[in-house]
């Protein structure tokens, strides 16, 4: 079955390091998001990618950094710069086009959480 | 901006009670409008979508009508599980933007 793959589910890290959440889709998406979720506050967009080798800053991206050298993967790196990194991290996927069938619509991982210690 | 606007929650119903999860929105032009749910320790589903005025859309009892005249998207069910218990999240896109989510609204169904 087609989907997305998200690990480790569970990471701890030490204040300083940095860390990186994986994340791969087999679905043959353009497009791929990362977002994270804390208590209360929703969602919110840290990257987003619509093709290879580019990508978007979204909302909060201070503190992290993501590459998009294959179109199946999009791993997300958290750096010592984020200054407030314990949350449960998101990735999603979805095809690209204008009016096509399903455009838009977002298939997610599910889910990694970092916490910080 | 473009934004989402839920009720805030928690919402605690007893099994088939009607429920309803206001949600509004402010965008320029003709956005398409989503709901999703996450269970659980869990990532988020679909759960239905609309993409222009007056569409209806729905899945697994749910129902939610896109309103321009109100910028709402207000989620129903007419007789709710307790397997609904989980989080909803309304959403908002429009062409060359990431979806943009609601807080969320998390639902607790007791039996």
């Known amino acids: 079955d087609g989907g997305i793959t998200q690990s480790p589910k569970y990471l701890f890290r030490k204040e300083g390091q940095n860390v990186t959440l994986s994340c791969e889709q087999n679905l043959n998406h353009d497009a791929m998001y990362w977002y994270r979720q804390d208590p209360g506050q929703g969602l919110r967009l840290i990257y987003y990618s619509q093709i290879v080798n580019d990508f978007q800053k979204g909302d909060i991206a201070e503190g992290y950094s993501v590459s998009r050298e294959k179109k199946e993967s999009f791993p997300l790196t958290v750096t010592s710069a984020q200054k407030n990194p314990t949350a449960f991290y998101l990735c999603?996927?979805?095809?690209?086009?204008?009016?096509?069938?399903?455009?838009?619509?977002?298939?997610f991982g599910a889910g990694s959480r970092l916490t910080v210690l | 901006g473009n934004s989402v606007t839920q009720m805030e929650g928690p919402v605690t119903l007893s099994e088939e009670a009607f429920l309803t999860i206001n949600c509004t929105y402010t965008?320029?032009?003709?956005?398409?409008l989503f709901w999703y749910v996450q269970y659980p320790g869990e990532g988020l589903q679909l759960l239905l979508k609309a993409t222009k005025a007056d569409d209806k859309g729905s899945n697994k009892g749910f129902e939610a009508t896109y309103r321009k005249e109100t910028t709402s998207f207000h989620l129903e069910k007419g007789s709710v599980q307790v397997s609904d218990s989980a989080v909803y999240f309304c959403a908002l896109h429009q062409a060359g933007t990431a979806l943009i989510f609601g807080k969320g609204t998390t639902l607790s169904v007791s039996s």
């Open positions: 999603a996927s979805s095809i690209v086009g204008r009016g096509a069938s399903g455009a838009n619509v977002l298939t």
């Open positions: 965008a320029t032009g003709y956005p398409s």
